[in-house]
């Protein structure tokens, strides 16, 4: 995982940097199917830019929780509002 770290950095920033460029253009002066065409690519650009910003996101926070740089232990606790607590609720699962 850090070894994707960079390439998903970089795809974040190029789809990004592409979303930008391509708001600038001056689309609303094109006419119809080349209107229609810029909106739809302006739209998966758009998703493209979430996809690899997740991703990216993933690459760098995810390795240290998973125990890349020494031994990790969680907690993880869910409450019940079957009875009401101080706390939000009774504590009757975890792992």
Same mark, same amino acid.
């Given at each position: 995982?850090?070894? $994707? =770290?960079?390439? %998903?950095?970089? !795809? *974040?920033?190029?789809?990004?940097r592409a979303l930008?460029? /391509?708001?600038?253009?001056?689309?609303?002066?094109?006419?119809?199917?080349?209107?229609?065409?810029?909106?739809?690519?302006?739209?998966?650009?758009?998703? $493209? =830019?979430?996809? %690899?910003?997740? !991703? *990216?996101?993933?690459?760098?926070?995810?390795?240290?929780? /998973?125990?890349?740089?020494?031994?990790?232990?969680?907690?993880?606790?869910?409450?019940?509002?079957?009875?009401?607590?101080?706390?939000?609720?009774?504590?009757?699962?975890?792992?």
């Amino acid at each position: 995982m850090e070894s $994707l =770290r960079a390439p %998903t950095a970089i !795809a *974040a920033e190029s789809s990004s940097r592409a979303l930008r460029d /391509l708001d600038g253009a001056p689309i609303g002066d094109a006419i119809g199917p080349v209107r229609t065409q810029a909106t739809r690519v302006q739209d998966e650009l758009a998703r $493209l =830019r979430d996809s %690899t910003s997740a !991703a *990216a996101t993933g690459a760098a926070v995810l390795p240290p929780m /998973l125990g890349s740089k020494g031994t990790q232990r969680y907690f993880v606790a869910f409450t019940s509002p079957a009875e009401a607590r101080g706390t939000g609720g009774f504590l009757g699962t975890y792992g």
